[in-house]
Each structure stands twice: as structure tokens, then as C-alpha cells.
């Protein structure tokens, strides 16, 4: 994929004009070292080296076959080779206009180490302040029992709350949107010669929504794939109400 | 202003505040210091006696149980005084009368509050002049129509005792809202754990009733349906679980004996601090 980036970068703004682009980007002179060699590299196995060596290797081997003087010390390198990468590719939004970063389960961040969180948020403080173009940064955050969102922004501290520009919130989706889902979900799994999805109708895929309680993407799937099991073990051609009724001990989330 | 400190609040303010990197342990703000560089603390015998036995809890790092013991037998001393025997037995008596829980009970919080009368009345002839600071809820119910009706002075939470400082000036408002936030964190430390745990095995492969059951659980802990979770214990799927991952149960058995009232406690004084306060940005 880099070396793909690579070739259409050089294509596109020419050898010259990238290699001062990656000067002014990288923001550090070994950052920038590694990229001038990236750009003359063909072989897959260096791309392979690369990788280790941003992962933190500095091994003599390493250095010598990269040709690097340095190891990558510190985060704010690491911050530097990603925005480099990213200022590179969305430059004058010519090769992609916009780089998407998706950080799930971000509310976990409680269960790390405080010095280890704080040095991950600074980290994100770093690479966005370095990146201050075309890049939008999600943090996927679900809140649970004792952390809500103002506990996030304790976490995030105020450099990284100030730099947020937009909270979305996601609602659990309604019964009518629920049984869109199952349909789509269907749809997309079903076989070639398969007529329609395997329900008689949409009442019967209401019917367990409406007795799982709260409508979450991950009960919405464990339910439909029990009922889904539950049919194919009994040999069913049709999910019907009637079924649904005699497997509902066995739907874990049901509730009366 | 005397500051007599409890068990729970010394524990707290070390262990919240204690940061190790690899094995080089410090009190980043080591608040101790900073208040009796400016007030008095002290605590009875009986708070030292129990620090000592406590001070691991939370704790299995090596490093950070020795730091913390050299910080106990090392500063805190200097904090105990000796006491008139008989003037301080008196106290006691006149407390466990008008205390008759504490009758037979014998506890840090009843020393705390048998001392601050000591201070007041034997020692001294004086008034407000003991603020008992202590995040044991019970004792502060417990214990405020004692200081009340013999003017001792206030019981206070330790994040109160924080606030005070800030208004000091010897920390900021914004240590007080990290420090609090930082106790929450430690105060549902196993609970968080535990919620960790079930997201971590849901991305093993577990068959759909596994998965559907642990995402049962997960909500029930969320609701803190307590009766809910113990009958999820009953069920056959939990004996299955309990078989691929031994962890969840005994996060789960430990979470029954923790006290979460104090999370929620905590949480209100946050919002309290957030909206009352005062602090120049809300002017």
C-alpha cells in the first residue's frame, strides 16, 4: 500500500517537489531520511524492514538495511511519520481529499494505566496539531455506568477537547430501523438463488425486537443468529412467529 | 485550622496521587506535604494502626507497595501525638454513650471523632477547630450531630479538603476535578475491569447464546441490577463461561463486596463542585 502511495505520489507532483513536500511535512530529518529512501525502495521486503522499524526496531541490522542512521526514539516521530504520510497523499486534496482515522471502544481508555493514557492523548495532540489539514479523527466513544461524556473530556484533557469540532450522537436505532437492518443484513448474505429474506413477513422479525429491550447493533445480531441457528438445526424453510415462540427460551435477550 | 485526617483519606491522597514509571515510584502532588505545610494534621493511634494494615489494597505492584510503606513509616508519624490516657479514655466513653452503635465497635472514624473532642475540650477550651475529613459515608452520618452539637467543627470528604486547598491557592480548581476523577477511576477499578473482561472474550469465539448472554450481563452490570447478576450466576451459560474465562467470575464475586454507593456519592459531589463552586471562569 505505501509503495503504492509511493509510486502515485511521485507520479503525481513529481520527484522534486515531493522531496521538498516531505521536508516540510516530516518536520525531522530522519522522518524525512525515511521517506527519501521509501521513494527510491521497490522491493516488498523492504516494506517489510519498514514496518518493523516503525514499530520501533533499531537493530544494527535494520539500520544498515534500510540505510537509516537512526531508530525511531519517541512518539512525536511517530507523529511526524503519519503526518507526514498524511499531508503527503491529501495534499491540495490531489490524490485523496480526506483522511478518515476511526478509534473504536475509545471509552476504554479507563482501563489503561493514567500515565500510559496521558501519554496516548498527547500523542493524538501532536499528530493533529501536525496534521492540520484533511484529516478527520473519530473517537468512537460508548458511554457506560460511572463514565460519561465529561469524564471523556478529563481523559482527552483541554488541549484535545478545545481541538474537537463536532459530537455526534448515535442513537440505538427504533424497531422500524432495526428490522431495515435484519432486511439488509439478509439480503446481503443470502444466496444467489434464495427468493426473498427467510421470514413470512416484517412482523415476524418485529416480533423479537420488540422483547429484547434496548435495540443495540451487537443484540440485535446475537438474537437474529440464534434464530437463525435455532431454523437451521429444525430444517425450517420460513422463520414464522409461531417458531419464533417455540425457541424463545432459547433466545437469551428475550424478555416478556 | 486542624485537619484530622482518616484512614480512607490518606489511602486515597497516596494512592491516587502515586505514579510509577518502571520502577521509579512518586506522589506527584504528595498532598500531605503540601497541607501541613500550611495546616495541622493529625490523627489518632488507632488511624495509623489501620493505614498500616491498609494501605495495599488496590495495590499487587511491588514497587508501589514498597514506596508507599517507606512513605508511611517514614512521614506519618510526625503527624501522631501522645494523648492525656484518661483525658482521651474519657472522650472515648462520652462518644461510645451518645454513639451507642459504636458501643462495642472500635473503629477509625469513632478515634477521629473521639480526638477532635479531646483537641477541643481536654486539650483546649476552644470551638471549630477540627475539621474530621473522611469518604466514609456511614461515619459522616454517623458522626455530624457529634461535631454539630459540640461545635468541633465540620466533617468534611476529601475532595471538600481539596477545595479547601484550592482556595488556598496551594493546588489548582482543575487537580481538584483530576483528583476526584482520578478516585472514581479507582473506585471502580474492578468494575471496569470486569465490563474490559466480557468486551475482551465477546471477541473470542463464543457461540451466539455465550456472546447474547455475556451482552445480558454486561447490561444488567451497567443497570447495577445486582439481583439481576446474581441470577445471571445461576445460569448454565454462566457455568460455561466460568469454565473459558475464571477471570469474569471472580471480578464479579469481588464486585459484589464493594461498596459502588460511594461511586455515585462521589459522582454528585463532581457535579456539585462543577455547578456550585466558585471559580473565576464562572463569574
Known sequence: MVFT??????????????????????????????FKTLLEAEEDEYFTVLKNYIYGDKTKSTLNYLELPYGLTNDEQIANFLATIINCITYEKKLYSTFFIWLDEFEDIDTIKKSLADRFTTFLRQFIDKTPNNLILFLNFTQKAFMDIEDLSIYLGEALTSRAKAKIDFKNPTVEEAISYVKELCEHYKKEDASNVPFDNDETIKYPLEHIGNLTARKINETFSIIFEMALLEGKEQITQDFIDSIKDEIIAWEE | MIFILDTCTINNLLQVDLTCNDDDCELEYNYLSKISKHFEIKLPQKNYDELKNTFTKNFSDVEKIKYLRNYITQYIPAYLDTVDKSDYDSSLEFIKKICPKYKNED???????????YLNRYKNNLAFQTYFITDDDEAIEDFKVVFKSNYLGEIFTTIDLLCILSIYGIIFYKDVINFAHDLKKQYIQSYSELMYEIELLQKRGLTSQESSFLTKLYENLEKLNFDALKNNMEHSLYKKIKAKNKTIDTLLNK????????????????????????????I
Request: glycine share 4%.
Open chain 1, 5 to 34: 502511495w509511493c509510486l502515485r505520489l511521485k507520479t503525481t507532483f513529481g520527484e522534486e517537489k515531493l522531496i521538498d513536500m516531505i521536508d516540510s511535512f516530516s518536520n525531522d530529518t530522519i522522518i524525512a531520511g525515511v
Open chain 2, 107 to 117: 473503629n477509625g472514624e469513632l478515634h477521629s471523632t473521639v480526638y477532635a473532642l
Open chain 2, 255 to 282: 464486585l459484589f463486596s464493594e461498596d459502588l454507593k460511594k461511586v455515585a456519592i462521589l459522582e454528585r459531589k463532581i457535579k456539585e463542585i462543577k455547578s456550585q463552586y466558585w471559580t473565576m471562569d464562572k
